[in-house]
């Protein structure tokens, strides 16, 4: 199984940015989906899930402010992230199974 993320980047405050997994060799369709965080010095944490049956979960963080979603048939997770703030900022990983991305930076400034 190998997960490519990517979108990660620098943002100010208040803006928008949109990560992407792209997955391979993986049951993508009948996995749950996440994506993750770890801020320097914190635990890697869970930001937002997808079921297979695309029922969503968010921490409570990041609920209204992100949104998780899935394609299928191009074995792709997004996460659509508004309104960031500076606590934000973190190196963010998709998971599939119990698979790891290699992680994409987001940055917001103040």
């Known amino acids: 199984v190998q997960l490519q993320a990517s979108g990660g980047g620098l943002v100010q405050a208040g803006g928008s940015l949109k990560l992407s997994c792209a997955a391979s060799g993986t049951r993508f369709s009948l996995s749950a989906l996440g994506w993750y965080r770890q801020a320097p010095g914190n635990q890697r944490e869970l930001v937002a899930t997808?079921?297979?049956?695309?029922?969503?979960n968010y921490a409570d963080s990041v609920r209204g402010r992100f949104t998780i979603s899935r394609d299928n048939a191009k074995k792709m997770v997004y996460l659509q992230m508004n309104s960031l703030k500076p606590e934000d900022t973190a190196v963010y990983y998709c998971?599939?199974?119990?698979?790891w991305g290699q992680g994409t930076l987001v940055t917001v400034s103040s």
């Open positions: 997808i079921s297979s049956t695309y029922i969503p």
């Open positions: 998971k599939v199974e119990t698979f």
